[in-house]
């Protein structure tokens, strides 16, 4: 394992090896640390459980576990998701919703009556409509590469999933995802700090004077929550 | 309704309404200050770390307009029809005290002298003939010596950081050698280069063009403005754009004008005031008052004045002056009245350079306005007779400071997956190890880009939504071609692995979705001509002399440079000459 160069200063020296222990340790560090506080699963709020089924697949499928560390799941993008859809947010209500609602070129943007919940509720059922009628199985019951395809359907945006275009709601599924991985824990997602240790993203540090310019060194500071958690 | 009276009333609690509710106080007037959104107070907004939440503040649009309530409609051609702007995405325009003004990143540039006459230049260098068809090119009415006063009294209030060039025709520092002259320093030293800032500045050098330090009003050091107002030194968090600066060293009006204002007797701020419209007499010469809805008593109020500053944020001072009734809505077709008329925008396009995975360019750090920068392409500072248009872009590395949603929804760029397998190894590649070059251009106006009142959707208060009619132009993509195209070899000369220029390709349409800049410019433009221009050069109403409308909404074009300087010198200026002028005999002040 190869460490970034050293910084100017000797104080960081020390902490520069811990860091780069959790940048470059590997994914089995997280696994067994999330394992252990995920003693009580979160319940779903909004989502049925089928919904709940197909959300963890899709979100293990656009973030998947590879070297870096464990899939969007894991990392409770599903239960960010899910907490998100009893806010304004998940009600549409930071959205102009007045009709009337007409189609119109892709580049005038989201012309649905549906708020953000509603999107997901209709999706996810003629998503897993759609799944049965190819390959006689629910999304979440397909093989990972099966449910990446079909992910890759939805995107390039051919199909409609019922009144939904399949590239609307596969936007707005990769969206949430990634805003659980790497927005503050306090909303349910980035488990263990996990999206920002992924990226070098000091959380809420938010005072780099001393870092303005130091030639390109890494910063050696892991990452700090808004409530104080550390990684 | 009940009715009130004041000396002076002023629509819009941002930069220009607070400058103008400011030098009117000082003038002895009673000012009341309307603002539809809500109170903003940093020890609130910006406290820290509560403050440092991208899902809440950039994500979730927290100190934005609320959709729900009012939005625009948007088309691309006359023959189209406008869709509504649902969710927030392409331009961002700011709700509560403070206004955009508030969520700001903290650019904070004069003018490009040319600018202000760019119709006469154009002109005078090419010949009318340069100019292409259907494209409204045309002058402010005011000059860069006229104004330089107020761009160096906003300067102070702002407590900008910057490096001179020239102070009264003496060369003084390494600054932007295409700067226009000043008569004094910045009141703060320019701030740091980051290290992607310092590789532009060494590279852009190193090929024959000249870098300079981004004129800033993030402060460098402690400052105490002319008012008062403290700011602290900044500490490059990275949480400008979108937030409430929790250092109290971005400039905002809630911390720069707004401490002095509240404390004057002579002043109040209503907030949660919508103004419905502004008020006019029987033969709509003058303006008797506002009329606004109380947002938590659900009531409407008249309110009288003398005086009524139109101080929103630009396309609502256009629709306000629309659904009051003020001075002549234009008709692109019968190419008649200027309400509307010369709706801008900026051309803005990001490229990308990856560096070795030895060199973290750490994307976190970052202040919303320094960085480094090169005019070598912007306004008229190179020859376009053999380019065949009009316009430029200033060119930067301005690493305002990139938070990780941001980042990964954005994905990472060039040829990379935006989800799924390899995503997460891209990203991690350019999240450390990459930085962004803009060309952050001008657009020019055009006869069938406007502002008008939609047929069909109206706003929660049953009124009809502002439509935009806008679509990109070839001059200004030929534009944005040929400046990017000039950033590829400062991209080769840092050493870059690999790149990705991002540029408008040809017949490109103007796409609602994706965020490019909440520069929106022009509709109620000024100028000398009240055929083609709303307001004078004092940017009182031809129409309705006792209404002044301040804001980007006067710019004839979409500049290069960004806009809140310019804004801020308008307002100051009007100001002047409504104190020294007007109140002493209010009227017309320029003969139409």
């Not at chain 2, 195209?485 to 796409?511: C, H, N, Q």
Request: net charge neutral; with cysteine; aromatic share 12%.
């Amino acid at each position: 394992m190869k460490l970034p160069s050293s910084t100017r200063r000797n104080f960081t020296a020390g902490l520069l090896g811990s860091t780069s222990f959790w940048i470059y340790g590997g994914h089995k560090v997280w696994a067994d640390a999330l394992q252990s506080e995920s003693s009580r699963p979160y319940q779903p709020q909004y989502f049925t459980p089928e919904e709940w089924r197909f959300l963890n697949a899709a979100c293990a499928r656009i973030f998947p576990a590879d070297a870096h560390g464990p899939d969007g799941a894991v990392l409770g993008a599903p239960e960010f998701i899910d907490r998100q859809m009893n806010t304004p947010y998940g009600h549409g209500e930071l959205w102009y919703m007045s009709g009337p609602f007409r189609s119109g070129a892709p580049n005038l943007g989201y012309q649905l009556s549906l708020p953000p919940r509603d999107l997901y509720r209709q999706s996810i059922e003629a998503a897993n409509a759609y799944a049965r009628q190819l390959k006689g199985q629910r999304f979440d019951e397909l093989e990972p590469s099966d449910q990446t395809a079909l992910l890759k359907t939805f995107e390039q945006g051919k199909m409609m999933l019922g009144a939904v275009p399949a590239h609307t709601f596969f936007e707005q599924l990769r969206q949430n995802t990634l805003e659980g991985v790497f927005s503050d824990p306090l909303y349910g997602g980035n488990k263990g700090l996990a999206g920002w240790m992924l990226l070098g993203f000091p959380g809420a540090r938010a005072d780099f004077m001393d870092w303005v310019n130091q030639k390109g060194a890494p910063y050696p500071f892991g990452p700090v929550s808004i409530s104080g958690e550390t990684a | 309704m009940c009715a009130k009276k004041v000396d002076a009333v002023v629509i819009g609690a941002g930069w220009a309404g607070s400058i103008l509710a400011k030098e009117l106080t000082e003038a002895g007037l009673s000012v009341v200050m309307l603002e539809r959104g809500d109170e903003r107070a940093t020890a609130v907004e910006g406290d820290y770390p509560t403050s440092i939440d991208e899902l809440r503040g950039a994500i979730r649009h927290r100190l934005f307009q609320n959709m729900s309530k009012s939005t625009v409609t948007i088309r691309n051609t006359l023959d189209q029809e406008a869709l509504p702007y649902r969710r927030l995405a392409a331009f961002l325009p700011g709700e509560g005290v403070g206004g955009a003004g508030l969520h700001w990143s903290g650019v904070h540039f004069r003018v490009a002298p040319d600018d202000l006459a760019l119709r006469t230049n154009v002109v005078a260098r090419y010949g009318k003939s340069f100019i292409p068809e259907g494209m409204n090119l045309q002058d402010y009415g005011v000059t860069y010596e006229e104004l330089e006063p107020f761009f160096d009294k906003a300067e102070k209030v702002f407590g900008t950081s910057g490096e001179p060039y020239t102070i009264n025709g003496k060369v003084v520092g390494k600054g932007n050698r295409f700067a226009p002259d000043r008569s004094d320093a910045f009141p703060l030293p320019a701030m740091g280069d980051v290290y992607s800032a310092s590789l532009f500045r060494t590279a852009a050098a190193s090929v024959g063009y000249h870098p300079y330090a981004l004129p800033a009003a993030n402060a460098s050091a402690q400052y105490t403005n002319p008012y008062g107002a403290q700011m602290g030194p900044c500490n490059f968090c990275g949480y400008c754009s979108g937030y409430d600066c929790y250092m109290y060293s971005k400039a905002s009006p809630n911390v720069n004008i707004l401490p002095a204002l509240r404390q004057d007797s002579k002043f109040t701020l209503i907030t949660k005031a919508h103004v419905l419209k502004v008020n006019l007499d029987a033969d709509r010469k003058k303006a008797t008052g506002v009329t606004y809805l109380d947002l938590r008593t659900r009531k409407q109020v008249e309110l009288d004045a003398d005086l009524v500053i139109i101080s929103a944020f630009q396309f609502h001072n256009v629709h306000l002056m629309l659904l009051s009734g003020i001075g002549q809505p234009y008709d692109p077709k019968q190419n008649t009245g200027t309400v509307g008329r010369n709706f801008v925008y900026q051309t803005i396009t990001t490229s990308r350079a990856w560096l070795s995975p030895k060199q973290y360019t750490n994307l976190f750090v970052g202040a919303g306005g320094a960085g480094v920068a090169i005019d070598d392409f912007n306004s008229m500072n190179f020859d376009h007779g053999p380019l065949g248009f009009v316009g430029g872009s200033p060119v930067w590395v301005n690493q305002a400071g990139v938070k990780p949603i941001a980042a990964a929804v954005g994905g990472p760029g060039g040829k990379a997956p935006t989800w799924g397998e390899g995503y997460k190894d891209a990203m991690v590649d350019t999240y450390r190890h990459s930085l962004t070059i803009d060309a952050h251009g001008s657009n020019m106006a055009y006869r069938d880009v406007y502002l008008d009142l939609d047929p069909t959707y109206t706003n929660a208060y049953g009124q009809p939504l502002l439509r935009m009619t806008f679509n990109w132009k070839e001059n200004d993509i030929r534009m944005n071609q040929y400046v990017v195209g000039k950033i590829e070899p400062v991209i080769k000369a840092m050493g870059a692995t690999r790149y990705s220029l991002g540029m408008l390709k040809d017949g490109e349409v103007f796409d609602t979705r994706r965020y490019q800049t909440t520069h929106l410019g022009g509709g109620a433009v000024m100028g000398t001509d009240p055929k083609t221009s709303c307001v004078n050069r004092y940017l009182q109403s031809w129409d309705v002399s006792n209404v002044f409308v301040i804001g980007a909404s006067a710019f004839p074009q979409g500049m290069g440079y960004n806009p809140t300087g310019m804004v801020a010198a308008l307002a100051y200026w009007a100001a002047y000459h409504i104190r020294t002028t007007y109140l002493k005999n209010p009227g017309p002040m320029v003969q139409a």
